[in-house]
């Protein structure tokens, strides 16, 4: 009568302590390759939004104030001025942000959605630091205190002001879409499976 195999003792059991099988919950090393990637390219643009900040505080138009009686009133009634500056900050948001993904594709040299993502948030991050910056380096957000320091009848500046928050969007929408647009038409192509003979 044949005995039974003996279980074959050589191969590494996954459950034990000192197994070196691989856990499928990790990524793989490409896996964070690209995530590494996609948080540099995060950082790098949120970094470039002070940029944005300076351009936008140099280019906004003022909104002049001036204060007369007991209260502090545009100069000019019918002034665009406050919409000027959201626009001015959309049109150079929407710049940096195709800019950037020109640069990432370039020094990459590919798409993904991990880059895609950094692309993206990093827009936002960016937009916010050039909001807040432009606005922190701009005139005095104390109206009444900058009033009472010009005097009477004396035109100021009145606070750099973001009134469309979807402006913070522009950069990352941009960023989005040029990325995409590079990688499908500059992007590597898939190589086609080759036709049997016949």
């Known amino acids: 009568m044949p005995h039974p195999s003996a279980p074959d003792h050589s191969a590494p059991d996954p459950s034990e302590p000192g197994s070196s099988a691989p856990d499928p919950s990790e990524p793989g090393p490409e896996l964070r390759a690209e995530l590494v990637q996609a948080a540099l390219v995060a950082i790098g643009v949120a970094v470039s939004g002070v940029l944005l900040g300076l351009v936008w505080l140099w280019l906004a138009p003022r909104v002049p104030l001036v204060w007369i009686g007991d ?74 205190a900058h009033a009472k320091d010009v005097g009477r009848n004396v035109t100021f500046d009145a606070p750099l002001k973001l009134g469309a928050k979807g402006a913070l969007l522009a950069w990352s929408f941009a960023a989005m879409a040029v990325h995409l647009g590079l990688t499908a038409l500059f992007g590597p192509r898939d190589e086609e499976p080759a036709q049997p003979a016949g």
């Open 71 to 144: 209260g502090i009133y545009p100069k000019d009634a019918e002034g665009e001025q406050a919409m000027g500056a959201d626009g001015v900050f959309t049109l150079w948001a929407l710049a940096f942000g195709a800019v950037s993904a020109a640069v990432v594709f370039w020094f990459f040299r590919r798409g993904g959605i991990a880059l895609v993502v950094g692309l993206a948030i990093g827009g936002v991050l960016a937009s916010v630091i050039a909001w807040r910056l432009g606005v922190w380096l701009g005139p005095a957000a104390d109206i009444k």
